[in-house]
């Protein structure tokens, strides 16, 4: 099973909008509702930030959310804010109990 | 809260065994809701799920690991474990348990502070 593709990096300005993408096939990412997005600081664990493509966990806020169409999901961050400078890895379900990560992108808030 | 704590050694010589443990707190590892996984990084890579095991015992492991990992749990400390045979230095990462919301969520909604592990000898 191989790695979900993301861009390397993605960036911003405070306030601005930045969208990234998640691209699998119809095994994984079409096949399934759970998709999910982490958000990863520099020497931290990775934190849940979306499930089920577009849900929020409590705690979460509003300005992060998800989608999908296809083999492609996304994560959009709306008003950016320099806290949001992070690396973030989408995951899906591949059945099986089985789960892949994708590449991950590094986000800037320029 | 529920929290996750590993712990084990950080540094295992090449063709020897990782053995890390997860204790889990806040919250019970029979719980029905869940499973639990173990879930390592690469320095500067991205994450790669290892395996997971239900309070039942029951597994799943990564198919390019399977000969070389095995995943436990002891419900009577809550806690659950991670063995890794004749590692190299491509085992070298950051390794974090997390638990599994696989019913109804398919996602890994609660993480330990990861336990940095250095294969060499």
């Known amino acids: 099973q191989s790695a979900l593709t993301q861009p390397p990096s993605a960036s911003g300005s405070p306030g601005q909008s930045v969208t990234i993408s998640c691209t699998g096939t119809s095994s994984d990412v079409g096949n399934y509702k759970y998709v999910s997005w982490y958000q990863q600081h520099p020497g931290k664990a990775p934190k849940l930030i979306i499930y089920?493509?577009?849900e929020r966990p409590s705690g979460v806020p509003d300005r992060f959310s998800g989608s999908k169409s296809g083999n492609t999901a996304s994560l959009t961050v709306s008003g950016l804010q320099t806290e949001d400078e992070a690396d973030y890895y989408c995951?899906?379900?591949?059945?099986?109990?089985?789960?892949?990560f994708g590449t991950g992108t590094k986000v800037t808030v320029l | 809260q529920l929290q996750l704590q590993e712990s084990g050694p950080g540094l295992v010589k090449p063709s020897e065994t990782l053995s890390l443990t997860c204790t889990v707190s806040?919250?019970?590892?029979?719980?029905?809701?869940?499973?639990w996984a173990w879930i390592r990084q690469p320095p500067g890579k991205g994450l790669e799920l290892i395996g997971n095991?239900?309070?039942?015992?029951?597994?799943y492991y990564k198919p390019s690991l399977k000969s070389r990992v095995t995943i436990s749990v002891d419900t009577s400390k809550n806690q659950f474990s991670l063995k890794v045979n004749s590692v190299t230095a491509a085992d070298t990462a950051v390794y974090y348990c997390?638990?599994?919301?696989?019913?109804?969520?398919?996602?890994?909604?609660?993480w330990g502070q990861g336990t940095p592990v250095t294969v060499s000898s």
């Open positions: 995951s899906s379900y591949v059945g099986g109990y089985n789960y892949v």
């Open positions: 806040g919250g019970s590892i029979s719980s029905s809701d869940y499973y």
């Open positions: 997390a638990r599994l919301q696989q019913v109804t969520q398919g996602c890994f909604d609660s």
């Open positions: 095991i239900y309070f039942t015992g029951s597994t």
């Open positions: 089920a493509v577009s």
